[in-house]
């Protein structure tokens, strides 16, 4: 299955694919994940989104198509869910051409509906591992230890990117230039499910999984 999960920042993408990934044989690509690996080692790609990633603003999409349709020729597996990407308008029809050319095309678009003040309750109470990424919640998925991960012992941090100012520079963007990315699919042959996503993830992903359920027993996917 080729699944493309699109939503605002802090909507629960990385926490939907997480738990998709345990149901289904799938690959999870994240853009931000792959682009913060690439900072951590110093590359030049990573050199180069850095300015981008903490303004809140996104990462040339010339940049961003090339390193995603790399990591999904890259697969050993046919299924991904892609997580992140794409995040304008352009970079869809890039990666519409990418998947045609390969004979491969996408099977479903799940678009995670959010209000703007859950997202901002969930993004300022958010915490990272700077190790491992395992994120958490200051209320809603405390850590064991306060302020300690839990696989690592690691110490807990807020990302900038997750800093107020920050996110409401990516909301910004997110309704600028991500909200259209629905729109072009709902115009595309692609199937296109809104998921209501205001409520803890393990409703969200019931209702995921009763979308795609649906979708096998239609023979879509
Ligand atoms: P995320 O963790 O998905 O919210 O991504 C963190 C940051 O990486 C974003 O705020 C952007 O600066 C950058 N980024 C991630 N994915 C993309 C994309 N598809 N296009 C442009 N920039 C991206």
Redesign the pocket.
């Known amino acids: 299955m080729r699944i493309v999960l699109l939503g605002a920042?802090g909507a629960g993408?990385?926490t939907q694919c997480k738990r998709l990934l345990a149901a289904y044989t799938l690959v999870h690509l994240?853009?931000?994940?792959i682009?913060?690996q690439e900072r951590s080692e110093g590359s030049d790609l990573g050199k180069k989104?850095q300015g981008?990633?903490d303004s809140?603003?996104?990462?040339?999409?010339e940049l961003?198509v090339e390193m995603?349709v790399k990591a999904i020729e890259d697969l050993a597996t046919d299924g991904f869910v892609l997580?992140?990407?794409?995040?304008?308008v352009n970079?869809g029809a890039e990666l519409d051409a990418a998947l045609a050319a390969s004979g491969k095309a996408l099977d479903v678009v799940l678009n995670l509906e959010v209000r703007d003040d859950v997202i901002y309750d969930r993004m300022s109470g958010r915490r990272s591992c700077p190790k491992c990424g395992a994120v958490y919640h200051l209320i809603s998925l405390k850590p064991q230890v306060e302020g300690i991960c839990d696989h690592d012992g690691e110490g807990l941090i807020q990302r900038r990117?997750d800093q107020l100012e920050v996110v409401e520079k990516?909301m910004e963007?997110y309704h600028q230039q991500t909200k259209p990315v629905v729109e072009y699919y709902q115009n595309s042959a692609v199937r296109v499910f809104d998921v209501q996503a205001n409520g803890d993830a393990e409703t969200v992903h019931a209702e995921i999984r009763e979308i795609l359920a649906r979708m096998s027993d239609s023979q879509t996917v």
């Open positions: 920042p993408k990385g994240s853009s931000g994940d682009l913060r989104a981008y990633m809140g603003g996104l990462v040339p999409d961003i995603m997580d992140g990407f794409p995040r304008t970079q990117d990516r963007t």
